[in-house]
């Protein structure tokens, strides 16, 4: 029979690898902008969810320390994918390869951008654990929901305030704080519903992290 610290330590990679996924699709194919009932949003909306749901098992399961070391490497890996894009966008391409215009639009986001995400994600990431383990804490271990979702809603705000004032405030005379805010508060209102869908999520995910009923 296969050692349950292995199973978990497996379980565990398998967990990471997908954050990483989400995280770089986030700032990736998540570029697009869509119209969801009317609101634009980012498409990097259906991914983000994903991010905060795994560092919420992660926490519940295996601690604080995990929890935080999966955003610090995710932090670091979201700087060498920012810093690599950067230095390759401008090369010179062969002269048989005409794609250039096409690849530097895909893939140049502009620092400002960039800078917005990193931050963003850097913050509301690590708030996203401190809040979950602080509500964990404060109901001794139970409820479940009250902390994923307690913890995930108000990262998320922070997260999408943060981004929308470094990435857009001032840009142009149109974008004042009051106008950011009627772009803030229905996209972050599209991840307050996304936060209580994957509450059920959270508990399988816990469950199957564990290798136990609870």
């Known amino acids: 029979m296969e050692d349950t610290s292995v199973a978990l330590d497996r379980k565990e990679m398998f967990l990471f690898a997908l954050y990483i996924t989400g995280m770089v ?34 926490a519940e399961v295996k601690g604080g320390d995990h929890a935080n070391l999966v955003v610090r490497l995710s932090i670091l890996m979201l700087i060498i994918v920012f810093v690599v894009t950067a230095l390759f966008i401008p090369i010179k391409p062969h002269a048989s390869w005409d794609l250039q215009e096409a690849y530097s639009a895909v893939f140049g986001m502009s620092m400002r951008m960039s800078l917005a995400s990193l931050i963003s994600f850097s913050i509301s990431q690590n ?58 508060i229905p996209y972050w209102l599209f991840k307050v519903v996304f936060a209580l869908l994957d509450t059920p999520f959270c508990y399988l995910g816990v469950k199957w992290f564990r290798g136990r009923s609870q």
């Open 25 to 58: 699709l986030v700032n990736t194919v998540g570029s697009k902008i869509i119209s969801l009932f009317g609101v634009r949003v980012s498409v990097g909306i259906f991914f983000m969810p994903v991010l905060f749901l795994i560092t919420d098992i992660i």
């Open 127 to 184: 708030l996203d654990v401190w809040l979950f383990l602080f509500f964990k804490k404060v109901n001794k271990g139970e409820k479940l929901w009250i902390r994923n979702n307690l913890s995930t809603i108000t990262s998320q705000f922070v997260d999408t305030v943060i981004f929308m004032f470094i990435a857009f405030y001032k840009m142009n005379s149109a974008y004042t704080v009051s106008f950011l805010f009627t772009l803030i």
